[in-house]
């Protein structure tokens, strides 16, 4: 079993700062892209940040600056770091992942997805 477990969310006040975690654990052989995605309430998903399994990263255009995606790769985590944060920025955040797994006779690949954290901005 392959399961990604993300943690750090919370109430902050904006302009805070807050740092979310993603581990995957499992029988994993190798993880490439990982990303962090958000919902607010009544909005659609949406695609924050993105790292490739060498470090490329990228970022959608309203975090750019302020939002920091980074992975360990020894632990299997990848971290979102939020600062400057703004009310309009409260939702779940998802972590996602390509994750191929160990398997008995050879491997899988698939894509998985973290059960979301919280975060609250508050005026």
């Known amino acids: 079993q392959v399961q990604l477990v993300e943690s750090g969310g919370g109430s902050v006040q904006a302009g805070g700062s807050l740092r979310l975690s993603c581990a995957a654990s499992g029988s994993i052989l190798s993880i490439d892209a990982m990303a962090w995605y958000r919902q607010a309430p009544g909005k659609q998903r949406e695609l924050v940040a993105t790292?490739?399994?060498?470090?490329?990263?990228n970022y959608t255009d309203s975090v750019k600056g302020r939002f920091t995606i980074s992975r360990d790769n020894a632990k299997n985590t990848v971290y979102l770091q939020l600062s400057s944060l703004k009310t309009e920025e409260t939702a779940v955040y998802y972590c996602?992942?390509?994750?191929?797994?160990?398997?008995?006779?050879?491997?899988?690949?698939?894509?998985?997805w973290g059960q979301g954290t919280q975060v609250t901005v508050s005026s």
């Open positions: 996602n992942a390509d994750i191929v797994m160990r398997h008995l006779f050879g491997k899988r690949r698939n894509n998985f």
């Open positions: 790292v490739s399994s060498g470090g490329s990263t």
